[in-house]
């Protein structure tokens, strides 16, 4: 694609993102959380029963939620996509850089789960869950992005946690009940 068309689609598409009305943005959103979270039960279970691991539907659906975390969340929760039928509290356009922060940490979590799968084609080795006593650190309110590196030393069953941490956070803090 020439580069002018490359610009006039963008155009485009922009025009169109902004006719969508608040309720269609609603539903989009929660459509995406609802499969983050049937993407986050299929790795769940494979932590809870490992003879059911398979590399690539852990994979896949670690990918699902980093592709619909970090900037399209972001943007999901932009101040004009308020709503009635949303579930979300209004506080999230006070706290913007702290809805960010857990946007793109959740995306950085599952990124590392993806990897992980890319690391163990075969099997769910003990390298990839926690030990007995291990340190959490985080916590539903204090959750921390760490760095590609440290996510990539610790076990992925440590970094599923964290993501569902970081879930958690989000939706005490910004999600109505």
Excluded: N
């Excluded at 702290?98 to 789960?113: Q, V």
């Excluded at 204090?142 to 989000?170: D, N, R």
């Amino acid at each position: 694609m020439k580069p002018q068309m490359f610009m006039v689609s963008l155009v485009f598409l922009a025009a169109a993102v902004q006719g969508i009305c608040a309720e269609d943005i609603v539903t989009l959103r929660q459509a995406d959380m609802k499969a983050i979270a049937s993407a986050t039960k299929a790795i769940a279970g494979m932590f809870k029963e490992p003879s059911t691991y398979s590399s690539a539907e852990f994979k896949w659906a670690a990918e699902l939620i980093r592709d619909k975390a970090g900037q399209p969340l972001i943007d999901y929760f932009s101040a004009g996509a308020a709503s009635p039928d949303s579930k979300a509290k209004p506080g999230i356009v006070e706290e913007r850089k702290r809805f960010d922060r857990l946007a793109i940490g959740l995306g950085s979590y599952a990124g590392a789960l993806a990897a992980a799968a890319d690391r163990k084609p075969t099997a769910m080795t003990d390298g990839m869950r926690m030990k007995a006593g291990e340190p959490m650190g985080g916590g539903p309110l204090g959750t921390h992005v760490q760095s590609e590196i440290k996510l990539a030393s610790i076990p992925a069953e440590h970094t599923f946690h964290l993501m569902l941490q970081t879930c958690t956070t989000c939706h005490v803090r910004f999600r109505m009940e």
